[in-house]
């Protein structure tokens, strides 16, 4: 039997999270097949051939799935489950909307945000906003899962495998698509930046977050936030890092003004250095800091653009 | 409108848990527990469609043990009309708690059934989609706003790259994210009001359900805690460090 592996992605190119999660695809250790469902997404099916692994690549092209709803989306995965035990998707807010309707749809369990495969039935995942591990054994034959792609290695490239054009399934036409604001930047997206510089509450508005754009801009970082500043209203929604926002990994993550709630040290916490400048010497984000700085953000964050030079 | 709002009954969330010494799970006795965060979420939406006009009944439905009683009252006294436990001491889940929702649905008909993005213990996010599933309706998760138009919702829904918006046919399912609403705490006239709302206890049996567990849980364990490293003076040495200590600028 063979793992189906359902690919994140915007039409155009495949999401980094792709990669991670073919890594923890074949820890289950079986062969994997990736999904491409959209509209006009041969570059997808393209660049997803070339992932290290890979088997072969599906292709279904059909407006009902240019925006990945998840009703026709469930139903087209559901239309060719026999041929696999495994369906596993990067646990992005896409999947997480289509996956628990397919494992709903097959009658199985889903298991999500997995960060460790113990064996091929077996799992570990946060809960309790990562204050907890959860190991569990899935005992169905069909197993879902979503994967947290900041646990495991982005997967190598490969020579192309072959391209194979599945049927659309038809459309249960429940939901339709009206618009979309999608927050435009220059800067790399939070989950697959090297570098993430985030503000929290104590950078006290919206307009200040320039001060981190500017370090962000010389060090080829992306900018956060903590929920208090999401929920203040200075920046959107999509900056939002933790437990309910994004999980991030980076090399270096820079915490200016960030107290260190449980909920967004459970989103950044993975971090390979972090670093953490806050005026409170007492603030609990210098408890999971590497390098700690207690300082007037508003003093230390234009020292630190003219120290970068 | 009818609208069944599914709550759960979790440790509260200002309470810094502790996992069990022989890994068996997370301390629940003698610690406070609420109503999930994002289910208050969806109870306040439904009680403001109802102040609306749009709604005319809610459902406070809860799934759990004798005390997930308290957890009605508490979205009764916020305004829930009436309340429906269904009672379990096992760990029930996502799956199966959607298919015991499903069951009450078919017996109350709703036209919406409003639920938390996720309960904040086990952190599946999974039921209102499977539910959604179960029941062939259209789903509208991590909504930010919920507007109805000509018999058609209109929901803004928190996407990785920003906010989508899609229209549904009733009925429909929406599960809740953190900014569609900021719930109301209960006036005191309304919790003693609440004590007077009917609530209505059954078992998964009633409803012609079994729960089976096909997910077996192994452990339950710490995760591994990070070591605080040094405090720096001054910018300069911060920047030293992270190009010359650690390599990472």
């Not at chain 1, 998707?89 to 309707?101: C, G, H």
Request: charged share 25%.
């Amino acid at each position: 039997m063979t793992t189906l592996l359902i690919a994140e992605h915007d039409n155009n190119s495949i999401g980094d999270s792709v990669r991670k999660a073919i890594t923890a695809a074949h820890e289950i250790g079986e062969q994997v097949d990736i999904l491409v469902a959209g509209k006009d997404c041969n570059s997808v099916a393209e660049e997803a051939a070339k992932i290290s692994g890979v088997n072969k690549v599906l292709i279904c092209d059909n407006d009902i799935y240019a925006k990945h709803l998840a009703e026709p989306y469930a139903d087209l995965i559901v239309s060719i489950s026999s041929n696999y035990n495994t369906f596993i998707a990067p646990a992005t807010t896409t999947s997480k909307n289509f996956m628990p309707r397919v494992a709903a749809l097959l009658d199985v369990p889903q298991v999500s945000d997995i960060t460790s495969v113990i064996d091929n039935q077996t799992f570990e995942h946060p809960i309790y906003a990562g204050n907890a591990i959860e190991t569990v054994k899935l005992l169905a034959e069909k197993k879902v899962i979503t994967v947290r792609a900041t646990a495991f290695q982005a997967a190598e490239g490969q020579e192309a495998v072959d391209i194979e054009v599945v049927d659309s399934a038809s459309s249960p036409e429940l939901s339709e698509y009206i618009s979309e604001e999608l927050t435009e930047s220059d800067r790399p997206e939070l989950t697959s930046a090297k570098i993430i510089i985030s503000g929290g509450r104590g950078m006290q508005s919206g307009d200040n977050f320039v001060l981190l754009e500017a370090i962000a801009d010389k060090l080829g970082a992306a900018v956060g936030a903590s929920r208090a500043a999401v929920d203040a209203g200075f920046v959107p929604n999509d900056y939002q890092v933790g437990q309910t926002g994004k999980v991030v990994a980076p090399e270096l993550y820079i915490a200016v003004g960030i107290s260190g709630a449980i909920q967004h040290l459970a989103g950044m916490k993975d971090s390979k250095i972090i670093v953490a400048i806050n005026k409170d010497e007492e603030a609990p984000i210098f408890q999971v800091a590497d390098y700690g700085l207690v300082a007037d953000l508003f003093k230390a964050i234009p020292e630190l653009e003219t120290a970068l030079g | 409108m009818k609208i069944i709002v599914p709550i759960k009954r979790v440790v509260d969330y200002n309470v810094k848990i502790r996992v069990k010494s022989d890994q068996t799970g997370v301390e629940l006795d003698n610690v406070k527990m609420s109503m999930n965060p994002f289910d208050e979420i969806a109870v306040e939406e439904a009680i403001r469609l109802k102040e609306a006009g749009t709604a005319e009944e809610i459902i406070a439905l809860s799934i759990g043990p004798q005390q997930a009683q308290e957890t009605i009252r508490t979205a009764l006294a916020m305004g829930a009309d009436r309340g429906i436990l269904i009672k379990s001491d096992q760990n029930v889940s996502p799956l199966n708690v959607a298919k015991i929702i499903k069951a009450v649905a078919e017996e109350e008909n709703p036209d919406l059934i409003i639920l938390g993005k996720q309960a904040i213990d086990d952190d599946s996010n999974q039921t209102g989609q499977m539910l959604s599933a179960l029941l062939g309706w259209s789903q509208g998760t991590f909504a930010s706003e919920v507007k109805l138009e000509n018999d058609k919702l209109l929901v803004t829904r928190e996407v990785d790259g920003g906010l989508q918006t899609i229209k549904l046919s009733m009925p429909s399912i929406v599960t809740t994210d953190l900014r569609l609403n900021e719930p109301r705490y209960a006036s005191l006239p309304n919790i003693m009001k609440a004590k007077k709302k009917e609530i209505t206890e059954k078992n998964p049996e009633d409803l012609n359900i079994s729960i089976e567990q096909n997910l077996e849980i192994i452990k339950v364990s710490e995760p591994t805690q990070r070591e605080a490293g040094v405090k720096v003076e001054t910018v300069d040495e911060l920047v030293d460090k992270l190009k010359n200590e650690v390599g990472v600028i």
